[in-house]
């Protein structure tokens, strides 16, 4: 059974904790995962000098806590929040509630009065079409008595009722986009109050990320810097999500729910990266140049099923063609093409593989 993401973060937490107690008593370390162990040693190579170490998990309310403090001898008292990912991974921030977002991390009542009287527009409309699919034209408007109806017809989401959760979860980001760039327009410094909270400013934050072997670990510090107001632009993503670019960093809010249709309206918070255009060729240059030496360098090993390797070769020189004609795009995974071409190129005929690139 596959862990729960949180009980992984716990996990990662104390062993930290447990390490770090022992690193700074000279005991050794080396027996626990590298993730641990060079997560520790970054630590203490910020701070040599640590005189005791606290865990969330020694606290009365964990939740409340940051993960790790850090008490020096200086007397100066360091917050860590740690992070353990996949290697291409992102950070989970908490993800806040719809119905508070605005006021909590924006300081704004006013629009979060305005998006709550709107959203119980939106939803009460929601609602009600659901119960339409099953009674027809009705007249019920009271939202805990749509609620109960339709957690009696669709107690979870169903190819049938799943474009109206698209319409609606849609609105909200349409509702939510249109508010956020009002309050740009004024000028608003709970941008800044958010982007303080969210990308926790205030904290120490180290990721772990990992790869496929035990040795594959990197740590860093995320810090994303102090944005001007001119950094801040309003953008969407797909249909459900409204994005806050803070220069090179953004903050992204997807709406979604909890779970069944009359469950809790939840909003998903990630964070993304946009490269400088610099950065974005260098990375997309270097793409083309593995592609032009696999295409340089091609051998074919006989093999009677090449269909498919055909069509994934195609796909790879369509990607790199791509490249070479928009120098300044952003790969969402860099090298996709250079390693779907190594995967598949041997498979075809060197005559086919022409006709591809030519």
Do not use: W
């Amino acid at each position: 059974m596959k862990k729960n993401p949180r009980l992984i973060g716990d996990e990662h937490v104390k062993n930290v904790y447990q390490a770090l107690l022992q690193y700074i008593k000279n005991e050794p370390i080396d027996y626990y995962p590298k993730t641990v162990t060079k997560t520790v040693l970054y630590i203490t190579n910020l701070y040599p000098y640590i005189e005791s170490v606290q865990s969330k998990f020694n606290t009365n309310n964990p939740d409340k806590e940051k993960d790790l403090t850090l008490y020096l001898d200086n007397n100066q008292i360091i917050s860590v929040n740690l992070f353990l990912v996949r290697k291409g991974g992102r950070i989970q921030p908490k993800n806040p509630g719809a119905k508070s977002f605005f006021s909590k991390y924006f300081l704004s009542e006013s629009l979060q009065l305005m998006f709550n009287r709107l959203f119980e527009v939106k939803y009460q409309n929601f609602l009600s079409k659901l119960v339409e699919l099953k009674l027809g034209e009705h007249y019920v408007k009271d939202i805990k008595e749509l609620k109960k109806l339709v957690s009696g017809y669709f107690p979870k989401f169903t190819d049938e009722i799943n474009p109206y959760r698209d319409i609606f979860l849609y609105n909200l980001r349409e509702l939510c986009f249109s508010l956020l760039k009002d309050f740009y327009n004024d000028k608003n410094e709970g941008f800044f109050h958010a982007y303080n909270v969210f990308f926790m400013t205030e904290d120490v934050n180290i990721v772990t990320s990992y790869g496929k072997t035990q040795n594959d670990v990197n740590v860093e510090q995320f810090n994303p810097g102090t944005p001007q107001f001119s950094d801040i632009q309003i953008y969407k993503s797909g249909k459900n999500t409204v994005g806050i670019k803070y220069g090179e960093v953004a903050l992204t809010l997807r709406f979604k729910f909890e779970s069944s249709p009359t469950s809790s309206i939840k909003l998903a918070a990630s964070y993304d990266k946009f490269l400088d255009e610099s950065e974005k060729e260098k990375i997309n240059f270097d793409t083309i140049k593995k592609m032009q030496y696999l295409l340089n360098t091609h051998q074919y090993s006989q093999n009677s099923n090449s269909s498919n390797a055909i069509g994934k070769c195609h796909e790879a020189i369509t990607y790199f063609y791509f490249l070479k004609e928009f120098p300044n795009v952003s790969q969402v995974e860099p090298d996709e093409c250079v390693q779907l071409m190594g995967k598949y190129y041997s498979l075809v005929k060197p005559e086919v593989l022409e006709k591809l690139y030519m």
